[in-house]
């Protein structure tokens, strides 16, 4: 089957860094996608990793073992505003996206 | 950057009534339009997919007959809840993509349907 893992919550510090695990399991793999979700409006595109490897965007970086089925995403600096939830979605053989619960991130001042 | 526009943003129906949910590219072509449904502190769910100009493909347990799906144009999809009623009430979200220009996925705003 296809499925996806990621902690359900984390909680971090205004200004420090965390890092979201995701482990995942899909029929064929065609790259994987980092959303941003604030509470009751839609996600919104965070990254897109298809190579192995980190790809880094301003305070935010994703990296991706395709051997492993393992992706973090990175947030340095975090600020109040980053509170979300993230979601892991690797996209399968028949270009699907596969969702997962996401990770509520709280951040505290 | 791709632009999806999705509208209404928020709907109240009464039960046994029908809703309409459109879903726009705005400055791009879409072959393919996805249509999810998020309940609260869940993941997306995939309901449909839809291709311009043939019908939709339906998730296994998503009545067809219920939630209608029309993709009659390169730019436009929508989604008709039929007889809604109130477990219907969710987060209803389209997403867009181009070709096959990835990551090309972009996502509506999301209409919030509450059915009462």
């Known amino acids: 089957g296809q499925n996806i893992d990621q902690p359900t919550e984390m909680t971090a510090t205004e200004g420090a860094i965390v890092q979201i695990n995701c482990t995942y399991q899909?029929?064929?793999?065609?790259?994987l996608f980092w959303y941003q979700q604030h509470a009751g409006e839609a996600p919104t595109f965070l990254s897109y990793?298809?190579l192995d490897g980190l790809e880094e965007k301003g305070r935010f970086s994703s990296f991706l073992s395709r051997s492993k089925g393992y992706s973090y995403l990175l947030l340095k600096e975090l600020q109040m505003k980053d509170s979300a939830s993230y979601l892991c979605?690797?996209?399968?053989?028949?270009?699907?996206?596969?969702w997962g619960a996401g990770t509520k991130l709280i951040i505290k001042p | 950057g791709a632009v999806v526009s999705q509208h209404p943003s928020r709907v109240i129906c009464k039960s046994g009534t029908s809703v309409k949910i459109e879903c726009r590219s705005l400055?791009?072509?879409?072959?393919?339009m996805f249509w999810y449904r998020q309940f609260p502190k869940q993941s997306l769910m995939l309901m449909a997919t839809s291709n311009e100009g043939s019908k939709a493909t339906y998730e296994q347990g998503v009545e067809k007959d219920k939630f209608l799906i029309n993709h009659a144009s390169l730019t436009l999809s929508t989604l008709t809840v039929t007889s809604a009623h109130p477990e219907d009430s969710s987060f209803y979200i389209c997403s867009a993509i181009r070709d096959t220009d990835l990551p090309g996925y972009t996502f509506g705003s999301g209409t919030r349907l509450t059915v009462v």
């Open positions: 400055d791009f072509q879409a072959t393919t």
């Open positions: 979605a690797p996209m399968d053989s028949n270009y699907q996206l596969i």
């Open positions: 990793n298809v």
């Open positions: 899909t029929s064929g793999f065609n790259g």
